[in-house]
């Protein structure tokens, strides 16, 4: 499957964005579609993921409640709607495709084999 991640850009502190995230390809062959982050000098984090076929989320503690992730199977698209955007989410977004069904692997970016070309998110304060 080929990922194409888009909708990053500058905001201010408190603002939206919205990210999209097309797939094509084999994309009944995944179970979870994530999204990760990596700001400068950092290491590559968990954002959140979302079950393609159930639709079940998960997201990690620092953005519950202010992220949702979504998909549209129709579409082959996953989404990634951020409000209350807050400096230190400044980072390159990257979108992920895994093919482990196992709950536990879903936030673990050594579990995706897919991944996105990455859209830079800036939040300015």
């Known amino acids: 499957v080929q990922l194409q991640a888009s909708g990053g850009g500058l905001v201010q502190a408190g603002g939206s964005l919205r990210l999209s995230c097309a797939a094509s390809?084999?994309?009944?062959?995944?179970?979870?579609m994530g999204w990760f982050r990596q700001a400068p000098g950092k290491e590559r984090e968990f954002v959140a993921t979302?079950?393609?076929?159930?639709?079940?989320?998960y997201y990690a503690d620092s953005v519950k409640g202010r992220f949702t992730i979504s998909r549209d199977n129709a579409k082959n698209t996953v989404y990634l709607q951020m409000n209350s955007l807050k400096p230190e989410d400044t980072a390159v977004y990257y979108c992920?495709?895994?093919?482990?069904?196992?709950?536990?692997?879903?936030?673990?970016?050594?579990?995706?084999?897919?991944w996105g070309q990455g859209t830079l998110v800036t939040v300015s304060s």
């Open positions: 992920a495709a895994s093919k482990y069904s196992q709950y536990y692997t879903r936030s673990s970016s050594t579990y995706y084999s897919e």
């Open positions: 390809g084999r994309t009944f062959s995944y179970y979870f």
């Open positions: 979302i079950g393609w076929d159930d639709g079940y989320p």
